[in-house]
């Protein structure tokens, strides 16, 4: 059987079992219950496993991210698929999992629809807004027909990685609700949110434009970026707002980086087999499955898989 027959013959199966699955349901069930469901951005075999532990043990929904750069490191989208099928199916996963293009570029969404991904982001940001639209539309038809769901952002979400710092950028309310009508799953649009670490003089999130969002694109799941550091209170009153699924990624980065260097600094890698990569980067691991059930709690996404 040619593989990526192999790879689509399992994602039907695993489809069948309810356990690989689009964004979609998940999204609209966290809408009409007002909690969110988070993304968990993964990068190796170690964070999909911990993010999957986290997920079953609070039987919570998750969406894994995977974004141009993990999926390259990781030597391609079909490994990324292929390794997070097997793994639910060895592990015996019952919540529902999708897998999530970050960021996607117009071919990397194509690569990611050929790798049997349950979903998709295409930020069609760079584009002029006809040329976003044209080829949204185009990716919506695809995932319509494969049963996949689709992200799309609206304005440009600053941070780090684009080294712009600050106060992130506030989307058009009316540019929102022009590409949520061209039947996208899910929004991402910026309300002040930036990626990687928040300055200290940021301004925080602006619940107006959110507002003014939401009561323009109605039961429409909109996305939160740039999880990471935002106060607690302002992730709630998001939720109640209409935000139906929140990124996280750096702050996983973060607890596994800490968890990774207080063990070298203790010495322990260098007591008896510590060196062995199994031990050196468990402490990383669950740190990792620490602070996605402590997301999970926040998010109000526990025990509702
Ligand atoms: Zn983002």
Redesign the pocket.
């Known amino acids: 059987m040619p593989k990526d027959v192999r790879s689509s013959k399992r994602r039907d199966e695993l489809e069948e079992l309810n356990m690989l699955v689009s964004a979609k349901e998940m999204l609209e069930k966290a809408v009409a219950g007002h909690y969110a469901v988070g993304q968990f951005n993964i990068n190796n075999l170690e964070w999909t496993k911990a993010i999957l532990t986290a997920a079953e043990e609070t039987k919570s929904p998750v969406i894994l991210g995977v974004s141009e750069g993990a999926g390259k490191y990781m030597t391609g989208f079909k490994t990324v698929q292929d390794m997070v099928a097997a793994m639910v199916e060895e592990m015996g996963i019952t919540v529902p999992v999708a897998t999530h293009l ?2 996607g570029s117009y071919d990397g969404c194509k690569k990611c629809i050929e790798a049997g991904f349950t979903s998709i982001m295409f930020d069609g940001s760079k584009y002029p807004i006809e040329e976003n639209v044209a080829k949204t539309k185009e990716l919506i038809e695809i995932c319509k027909e494969k049963g996949m769901s689709l992200e799309a952002e609206v304005g440009a ?1 600053g941070g780090e990685e684009d080294g712009v710092v600050g106060q992130g950028e506030c989307a058009d309310p009316n540019e929102c609700k022009m590409i949520a009508d061209l039947g996208v799953d899910m929004l ?1 649009a910026g309300i002040g949110n930036i ?1 990687g670490k928040y300055p200290e003089n940021w301004a925080g999130l602006s619940f107006e434009t959110l507002d003014a969002i939401q009561k323009l694109t109605g039961d429409m799941p909109l996305v939160l ?2 999880g990471t550091g935002i106060p607690d209170d302002m992730i709630k009153k998001a939720i109640d707002l209409g935000v139906a699924k929140i ?1 996280v990624n750096t702050e996983c980065q973060l607890v596994f980086a800490d968890a990774t260097r207080e063990y070298i600094e203790a010495g322990k890698d260098r007591e008896g087999k510590g060196y062995d990569p199994r031990k050196l980067l468990k402490p990383g691991y669950e740190a990792i499955i620490a602070k996605v059930k402590e997301k999970m709690e926040l998010f109000g996404s526990v025990g509702k898989a």
């Open positions: 970050d960021h979400i991402a990626h970026h740039g990124n």
